[in-house]
């Protein structure tokens, strides 16, 4: 066992930096993910007798069960990771895999669309009642089906930086829907929706969801949810960008500020945005770019206050 734990250490501080032994087999590193200037990332090197090696960050609450999931966070190499599973005690599964990402067959850009379309116009509509216009048909490369699992809803894909499919979501015409999205089964944490369309030279706009990205348009990135992913996380820290805007929903106000602090922590300079209406998506590209425009740097004094509230 001690063997194993050893060299598993080994393979780890290979790619995290020299660990600090604590108790139980736990190791303490430095946290990849919020870059906090202390050891903040716990990982139990010991598997337990489920077969997992829990690891946690005590800063910015990155965490999961084994190292598999660790190494997929990381967005390690399928090679670089199987280096560092072969030294895992048993019980945990070495398997590392990336699901393909594939349109659905019957997959129909909007653009090109026979404008005699009755599917077609029905999207058109839905889209441009949500505040879209047709050059967003384009730069989005927004499509629909017509039959098929997809049939009545509306699909936008998402590309990494090397324009390569990563994900895609596909909302349901109908507000009413049992489920209104329908998106593949792939992990979000280890994407960045519409990487392609993102300078990282200039400043960057975080919102909830693709719609409200798509209302504020420029340099904006969807979290698809409140938390920013592992994979943006560290792209925000590895790349140039200083100034960061966080503009969550008017319900995640406490998320919000969460991620504030976080960013903050790793020395970027962020603004604190709220919509003038429920979500950047009703608000509107207008509003969303006066909005933005009047927002100022938050400071450790304002963090502390919106925190207290």
Excluded at 99 to 115: G, Q, V, Y
Excluded at 177 to 197: H, Q, R, T, W
């Amino acid at each position: 066992m001690e063997d194993v734990s050893f060299l598993l250490l080994g393979a780890l501080e290979n790619i995290l930096g020299k660990g600090q032994k604590t108790t139980r087999g736990n190791y303490h590193f430095h946290c990849p993910f919020c870059s906090h200037r202390k050891m903040k990332l716990e990982i139990q090197l010991v598997t337990n007798a489920k077969g997992e090696n829990c690891w946690q960050c005590w800063v910015c609450g990155e965490k999961g069960r084994t190292i598999r999931s660790l190494l997929r966070h990381l967005n390690v190499s399928r090679e670089e990771a199987e280096q560092v599973l072969q030294y895992v005690q048993k019980g945990e599964e070495v398997e590392y895999s990336r699901t393909l990402i594939r349109l659905p067959d019957e997959f129909k850009p909007l653009w090109s669309a026979d404008p005699r379309s009755f599917e077609a116009m029905r999207v058109r509509n839905y889209l441009f009642n949500r505040g879209l216009v047709e050059n967003d048909f384009i730069r989005y490369n927004i499509s629909y089906c017509t039959s098929g699992k997809y049939k009545d809803r509306v699909i936008i894909p998402s590309y990494s930086e090397n324009n390569t499919l990563n994900y895609f979501i596909a909302r349901s015409l109908r507000d009413d829907a049992y489920l209104k999205y329908m998106n593949p089964d792939v992990s979000k944490d280890s994407i960045i929706f519409g990487e392609n369309l993102i300078n990282w030279n200039k400043p960057v706009i975080l919102c909830e969801g693709v719609f409200d990205a798509l209302a504020i348009r420029r340099n904006c990135i969807p979290l698809l949810g409140k938390i920013i992913s592992s994979a943006l996380m560290r792209k925000l820290i590895e790349s140039d960008v200083e100034d960061i805007y966080v503009c969550l929903d008017q319900d995640a106000r406490k998320a919000a500020v969460k991620n504030c602090e976080v960013l903050m922590n790793m020395g970027k300079k962020v603004y604190f945005v709220v919509p003038p209406e429920k979500d950047p998506s009703e608000s509107g590209f207008e509003q969303m770019t006066r909005t933005l425009q009047q927002a100022e740097e938050l400071t450790f004094e304002d963090l502390v206050k919106y925190k207290l509230t």
